[in-house]
């Protein structure tokens, strides 16, 4: 296995460009288990640590922009306001070892269906910045995922960072695991309200083949808080909207019967947790002065 250092992102795409199957490593906390464990026998390994840009962030007016190796550990140190959902996700993620190296580039770059990022990902929204010698390009997080542990990145390209929208209302993460730390999710969800244009996201994690919204349930629930002025209002919720947003979230889901859990387990948890985060970013909205100013 031959080792390639770059020590630029220059040097990283031109490596990347003449080895396309070299596996790049960032935390390895991924990459090192498939290695060890012989699941994995690349030709060339490419080290990124050495390319400091990667691990930094920058904060816009409207969005984050978050190198793809930051750590867990800095995201939910320093980001925990702007990217309220992201750094939930990255509380429930293994342990402080593994969340001082691990990142959301190699989350997205295994692109397993329990990676506790995507679920945010998906409900915050946001954009993956791919680029290769050939150019560079934005992939909205919608169409990144294409199959289990398969994603849209072309074998030449690399993960630059990833493009956040900054909160500009509750977000809200829940998982399910068989123990409390150090787990891989049964199931999970993230989800977030857009109070600025009246929207809602969601994303469901370990409850398909891919990471995938429940775009029924997010459109129900913004026709109901807007039919019943409660984007304005903020009033309380009725039961029957989180009762029918919670069955819309379970009917989404497409799982399977494994080690983890049943099928039938996952969908229930799945409405158990809509509910759930629903009851909680509802009750953030209603008292949350930073949501107020942004209606
Ligand atoms: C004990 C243990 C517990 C874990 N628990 C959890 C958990 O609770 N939740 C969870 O989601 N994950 C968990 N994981 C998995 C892992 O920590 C995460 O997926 C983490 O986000 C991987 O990040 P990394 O930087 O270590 O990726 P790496 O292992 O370095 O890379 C992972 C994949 O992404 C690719 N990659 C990395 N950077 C780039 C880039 N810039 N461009 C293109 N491709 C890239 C690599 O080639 C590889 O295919 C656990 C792992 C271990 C060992």
């Not at 679920?119 to 919608?142: F, K, N, T, W, Y």
């Not at 829940?174 to 994303?203: E, F, Q, Y």
């Not at 919204?213 to 002025?229: C, M």
Request: glycine share 10%; charged share 20%.
């Amino acid at each position: 296995m031959e080792f390639l250092r770059p020590a630029s992102w220059p040097e990283a795409l031109a490596a990347k460009a003449e080895h396309p199957s070299a596996v790049p490593i960032a935390g390895g906390t991924d990459v090192m288990v498939e290695i060890n464990f012989d699941h994995r026998r690349p030709t060339h390994l490419m080290d990124l640590n050495r390319i400091g840009e990667l691990q930094e962030w920058q904060t816009g007016e409207q969005t984050v922009r978050l190198g793809a190796s930051v750590p867990y550990a800095r995201i939910i140190e320093h980001l925990r306001t702007e990217l309220p959902g992201l750094a939930l996700a990255a509380h429930t993620v293994a342990s402080p070892q593994i969340r001082n190296r691990g990142g959301v580039g190699g989350n997205l770059g295994t692109a397993s269906p329990a990676g506790d990022a995507h679920p945010a990902l998906l409900a915050g929204g946001c954009q993956v910045e791919a680029e290769s010698v050939r150019g560079s390009r934005m992939i909205p997080i919608d169409d990144f995922y294409l199959g289990v542990k398969r994603n849209a990145l072309a074998p030449d390209e690399l993960i630059r960072a990833v493009h956040l929208p900054r909160a500009t209302g509750p977000q809200q993460f829940s998982k399910v695991g068989t123990r409390n730390a150090m787990v891989i999710a049964v199931c999970a969800l993230g989800l977030a309200l857009h109070p600025a244009d009246r929207t809602v996201r969601t994303g469901i994690g370990s409850a398909a083949p891919t990471p995938i919204r429940a775009r029924a349930a997010e459109e129900f629930l913004a026709a109901a808080l807007d039919e019943a002025g409660l984007w304005d209002s903020r009033g309380p919720l009725p039961p029957s909207v989180a009762a029918q947003f919670a069955e819309l979230v379970a009917g989404a889901a497409n799982p399977i019967d494994d080690v983890r859990g049943t099928a039938s387990y996952r969908r229930h948890a799945l409405g158990v947790m809509a509910r759930r985060t629903l009851g909680w970013a509802w009750q953030e909205y209603r008292g949350d002065p930073r949501s107020q100013s942004c209606a």
